[in-house]
């Protein structure tokens, strides 16, 4: 079984409508992120958490909420859907021993 | 602020082309680099890391050097291969500064053609 499972793994939606993506870990780390990637931009980090009680913003967090409802999970939700938020969406837990990422295999989400 | 600039791509190689993908860094720290690859489809997996200057990295043929006076991790193999043909990212992190976050080059993308 995957480490990092991300659900769902592709979506499409309407501009407007509340959309949530879920990350679940078993590989029992703390720190978790969401990043969005766009070709040509690379990953962009929206939200990080590391722990239950620690959630911090990154470089594109506008239009974006996450929840860490448990170390094992962490979801990312659009409020309002737009379409620039058209992209790859992707979690990842952090290692602190060895600041090694893992991602999980991303959800493709479309607004039209 | 802490970021990264590798090479653009494509990149487009016949199967056993010498391989080198270009990254460069800055940073205020003493930051750790990677090379992460991501496969059609998946997401990103770890390639190879250096966590100090002088310090190499390596894994299935591919090899890069932390050069703290350049300020370069650049990404080699001698002999590429069809199953090469990914997206390549250079990241850093800064976590011996307490930062704790991850920067992400924008990625190379590899064709290698049989």
């Known amino acids: 079984d995957a480490d990092v499972t991300q659900t769902p793994r592709n979506r499409i939606t309407k501009t407007g409508k509340r959309i949530m993506l879920e990350c679940s870990q078993t590989?029992?780390?703390?720190?978790m992120y969401w990043y969005r990637q766009d070709p040509g931009l690379g990953l962009q980090l929206i939200y990080y958490s590391f722990d239950v009680k620690d959630i911090n913003k990154g470089e594109i967090s506008d239009g974006y909420s996450v929840s860490r409802q448990a170390q094992a999970k962490f979801s990312l939700s659009l409020e309002s859907a737009i379409p620039n938020q058209t992209a790859l969406y992707f979690c990842?837990?952090?290692?602190?021993?060895?600041?090694?990422?893992?991602f999980g295999p991303g959800t493709r989400l479309t607004v039209l | 602020g802490n970021s990264v600039t590798q090479m653009e791509g494509p990149v487009t190689l016949s199967e056993e082309a010498f391989l080198t993908i270009n990254c460069t860094y800055t940073?205020?720290?003493?930051?750790?680099l990677f090379w992460y690859v991501q496969y059609p489809g998946e997401g990103l997996q770890l390639l190879l890391k250096?966590?100090?200057?002088?310090d190499k990295g390596s894994n299935k043929g591919f090899e890069a050097t932390y050069r703290k006076e350049t300020t370069s991790f650049h990404l080699e193999k001698g002999s590429v291969q069809v199953s090469d043909s990914a997206v390549y990212f250079c990241a850093l992190s800064d976590l011996p500064s307490g930062t704790y976050k991850y920067i992400f080059g924008t990625g190379t993308r590899l064709k290698v053609l049989a």
């Open positions: 250096a966590t100090k200057a002088d």
């Open positions: 590989k029992g780390h703390d720190r």
């Open positions: 990842a837990t952090s290692d602190l021993n060895t600041d090694t990422q893992y």
């Open positions: 940073a205020t720290g003493y930051p750790s």
